[in-house]
């Protein structure tokens, strides 16, 4: 601990933990959620969940780790010895998000190179599923790797070692200030260049128009938390593990509160850039906007490039819009990887150089199983099991141990004695009843929505082979991995 | 653009950058107010 490497600047420390929080959902998830959800009525559970979750909680995560100075499951061994299986599941579920995340940055790199030439053809979507992922019939086929998506993924996590082995002040904040004002720049340059487009408002008011019925809706305010919780990387160890490089006196209030509305500013910015594209694109095709309107992977690799395609000056709209994913995506990677490879370092008292190479080795190879034929399925399947089951409980068991079985309020001086803002009663409050009660309820429902209907449908054994086993494997190490660490036994 | 989605625009970059921009304010604030504590000191 006393070796333990600082973060050079304050600013290098924000920037990480906000390249951290905004990834891939803020460009692709937040948009096409707000539109279903009411429009710019959504903000207002948005808003509601960022105050009395996202922040509170990132708040917490940020002190465990510079209190403790430690990764995730030292630091919770620290608090408790029982309690060390928190930390590993939150690095378990940071592992398998680690392993098919990369394999998207990898498709947003490659794409990028597509831009120069607009290689995707008209045919989008074609493109997409059998030239470029050359996909099989159904997840259980997997299939064989995918050569030219395989070399950019092994290309992602050589880059990833390059980082992580030159270590927190020469690695990780050189590459996030450098990334996270290109990303910045990018994106409004991007803004400008798309709001003035034709049709751009058209799509900006189906964004932004508000429809105050859906806040009477639950499933509204569900979609909000469960938008603020995903996006600001918290409940898997990345904000416990870079605040633990943070010096002493560091405040811990105003970074996380930074933190968390730089990420959504971008949600926003990315929401504005997506639908003034969508606007344009329906206006072009002289289609409603709802057919063009879309989210996740279809949205970023099907849409936007027939989008780009009808676009004057497509190919530097192209290039922007994919290069902006590839640098939010990878700014992400490094934070999930470094979660395990801190881990393995901390707790098996392994150089870091050691632990890193390890870490991406495994991570390169099982990282290929997504690069398969049937690898789009697998990656579905997994991806929603490990952020609604997954995170979603570790934030309960997080929250549970620490506001009921620690001392929360050991907390609340810790944070105030170094911080700009203070902590009280409804922080606590919040931390020991709303939150752990809504992520139960979210959680519980989860639980019986996909036990009645196996999820998108997918057959049942797909589901269980990705993601019930998934789930299972996760939990059993977890509790595991603890009796392996020599430290604890002693 | 309808007046109520332009409202809802810009109180969404208001609220976010907004407020990033006051927590920005104040950290500098108290990055002056050290240096200038500690010069005395």
Not at chain 1, 139 to 153: C, E, H, L, Q, Y
Not at chain 2, 18 to 35: D, P, S, Y
Request: with cysteine; net charge positive; glycine share 8%.
């Amino acid at each position: 601990m006393a070796n333990r490497e600082n973060w050079g600047t304050r600013v290098g420390f924000v920037l990480a933990a906000i390249g951290s929080a905004v990834g891939l959902g803020n460009i692709w998830r937040f948009p096409y959620l707000t539109y279903s959800n009411g429009g710019g009525a959504f903000l207002i559970p948005y808003f509601v969940a960022l105050f009395t979750a996202g922040i509170p909680i990132i708040i917490l995560e940020m002190s465990i780790g510079h209190r403790f100075k430690l990764s995730p499951p030292s630091a919770f061994f620290k608090m408790s010895k029982k309690a060390s299986w928190i930390g590993w599941l939150q690095v378990f579920i940071a592992f398998t998000i680690a392993v098919y995340y990369s394999v998207i940055v990898a498709w947003a790199l490659k794409y990028t190179l597509y831009a120069f030439n607009l290689s995707w053809g008209n045919q989008t979507k074609d493109f997409f599923y059998n030239s470029f992922l050359q996909i099989s019939s159904g997840p259980m086929s997997i299939g064989g790797i995918v050569p030219s998506i395989a070399i950019f993924v092994v290309l992602i996590w050589i880059c990833v070692w390059l980082t992580l082995t030159s270590g927190i002040r020469k690695g990780i904040e050189i590459i996030v200030k450098i990334f996270m004002p290109v990303l910045f720049i990018g994106l409004i340059v991007l803004l400008v260049k798309v709001v003035t487009l034709e049709g751009a408002g058209n799509g900006l008011d189906w964004l932004f128009k508000p429809d105050f019925s859906r806040i009477y809706s639950f499933k509204t305010w569900a979609a909000a938390y469960g938008q603020v919780f995903f996006s600001l990387s918290i409940c898997f160890g990345i904000m416990i593990a870079y605040s633990s490089y943070l010096p002493d006196k560091s405040d811990i209030t105003n970074n996380a509160t930074m933190t968390a509305f730089i990420n959504c500013g971008f949600s926003i910015i990315s929401a504005i850039v997506i639908f003034s594209v969508l606007g344009y694109a329906a206006q072009a095709q002289n289609i409603p906007i709802k057919e063009v309107a879309g989210g996740g992977i279809g949205l970023a690799f099907i849409t936007i490039p027939l989008a780009v395609n009808l676009m004057p000056a497509s190919k530097i709209v192209g290039i922007l819009f994919f290069f902006a994913l590839f640098v939010a995506g990878f700014t992400s990677v490094i934070s999930i990887v470094e979660v395990c490879c801190s881990t393995i370092a901390d707790s098996y008292k392994i150089v870091r150089k050691k632990a890193v190479t390890v870490f991406c080795i495994i991570g390169c190879i099982l990282s290929l199983l997504f690069t398969t034929n049937g690898g789009l399925y697998a990656l579905d399947i997994v991806d929603y099991f490990i952020n609604n089951f997954g995170i979603v409980f570790a934030g309960i068991f997080e929250l549970i141990f620490i506001a009921w079985f620690f001392k929360l309020e050991s907390f609340v001086e810790h944070i105030n004695r170094r911080s700009d803002f203070c902590v009280g009663r409804p922080w606590k409050f919040l931390l020991k009843f709303f939150v752990p009660l809504f992520l139960g309820y979210m959680a519980i429902g989860n639980l019986i929505n996909n036990i009645k209907v196996p999820y998108e449908s997918y057959p049942l054994k797909a589901v269980t082979c990705y993601g019930w086993s998934l789930i299972v494997i996760v939990i059993l190490l977890s509790l595991i991995m603890p009796l392996t660490v020599k430290s604890n036994k002693e | 653009m309808s007046v109520s989605a332009i409202i809802f625009m810009i109180l969404a970059l208001l609220v976010t950058w907004g407020g990033a921009a006051v927590c920005i304010i104040i950290a500098l604030k108290k990055q002056t107010k050290n240096k200038s504590k500690n010069l005395k000191d």
